[in-house]
């Protein structure tokens, strides 16, 4: 029963890590309006909330489509948490290298045009 309490929070790492983001970000907010005042040195301390909340707001929509994927596509989503390791695993190396590339530059890509706009 633990063992699938636990897989079922890696797989489903929305549930917790949506709520701590939160909680970061208004922490943060709090403590550096407390700590700083309005501002501090040349930067304004509020320049990481949006850092924050730049990453509260890709697990949100990461959460959204994955929910939405398990609702709709039961089959795909299956294929996508079992069988796609296994997939990957066939491949050679220069095709992982690449896709990893590929993806880590897209997510990179993506926090920073969202950040890009909440500054």
Request: glycine residues 6%; positive net charge; proline residues 3%.
């Amino acid at each position: 029963m633990v063992k699938k309490i636990i897989r079922f929070l890696l797989l489903a790492d929305f549930i917790w890590s949506v709520p701590l983001a939160f909680a970061t970000f208004v922490g943060y907010g709090i403590f550096g309006e407390w700590f700083f005042g309005e501002g501090f040195a040349w930067y304004d301390p509020s320049f990481f909330q949006a850092v924050i909340y730049t990453a509260l707001t890709l697990v949100a929509f990461n959460a959204v489509a994955l929910t939405g994927l398990w609702f709709n596509f039961r089959t795909i989503y299956k294929y996508y948490i079992g069988e796609s390791k296994k997939d990957y695993n066939t491949l050679e190396p220069k095709f992982k290298i690449g896709l990893f590339l590929i993806l880590y530059f897209t997510f990179l890509f993506e926090c920073l045009f969202i950040w890009a706009r909440l500054v």
